[in-house]
């Protein structure tokens, strides 16, 4: 069973410095990794998608890698700003269909 | 703007009700998934459909809870009877296999308490 974990659990910056969430998970045979932002009573945003052949994505202020060797991800966000404030899942997916989610990283960004 | 959506937002319930939760996936969409969502446990995935067909349910109680595809624009989940560990938040999504590298595109969620 594929388990993805994701430290720190929390964590909280001032506005402009730049964000590093790490995601592990156990099992190397993966499809891809997705990246997605909650916001509080709110559904899932996906944010980037990394393919297992890839080893980064990049969007805007974001940028993700994906180390399948090591089972390791992480999401980097430059230059943090207040509407970043959400929690931040990462999810495996390890066949054609099936995702494992992360129990998250939730970001507090201070103005 | 194609969305997810799921009807109620909202639901309390007392123990032993039957709950049902509806979500309409995005048009022309072929994958729908249900998930859960608690502290405890976080997100898990309670049933899988492929054009309208349940592929795996395996992560769904099987004694009280069933999901269906009436048709392409809906799908339902039941919990009969309802118990107070059934509260949590539950989320539909749809994606398209094959295209799109098949990204799930998720609802707004059900927030479900059973007292």
């Known amino acids: 069973k594929q388990e993805v974990t994701q430290i720190p659990a929390a964590l909280s910056v001032p506005e402009g410095e730049n964000l590093v969430l790490n995601c592990s998970f156990t099992d190397s045979a993966i499809y891809n990794l997705q990246w997605f932002r909650q916001d509080p009573g709110k559904g899932l945003t996906s944010l980037l998608l990394?393919?297992?052949?890839?080893r980064e994505q990049t969007s805007g202020r974001l940028n993700a890698s994906l180390d399948k060797s090591s089972g390791r991800s992480t999401l980097y966000i430059a230059a943090s700003q207040p509407g970043d404030s959400a929690t931040y899942l990462c999810a495996v997916r390890s066949n054609d269909y099936k995702l494992s989610f992360g129990a998250g990283t939730t970001v507090t960004v201070r103005a | 703007d194609a969305r997810v959506t799921q009807t109620p937002r909202h639901k309390v319930t007392e123990m032993g009700q039957e709950v049902t939760m509806r979500c309409q996936p995005i048009?022309?969409?072929?994958?729908v998934f249900w998930y859960r969502q608690t502290m405890m446990q976080g997100l898990e995935l309670l049933a899988y459909f492929r054009n309208r067909a349940p592929l795996d349910d395996s992560g769904m109680p099987k004694d009280r809870f069933s999901a269906e595809m009436p048709d392409a624009t809906l799908a339902t989940l039941k919990i009969q009877p309802s118990e107070p560990r059934d509260s949590a938040v539950y989320f539909c999504?749809?994606?398209?296999?094959?295209?799109?590298?098949?990204?799930?595109?998720f609802g707004a969620g059900t927030r479900l308490s059973v007292l």
């Open positions: 048009l022309g969409h072929n994958t």
């Open positions: 999504a749809s994606g398209l296999e094959g295209v799109a590298k098949n990204i799930q595109y």
């Open positions: 990394i393919q297992s052949s890839q």
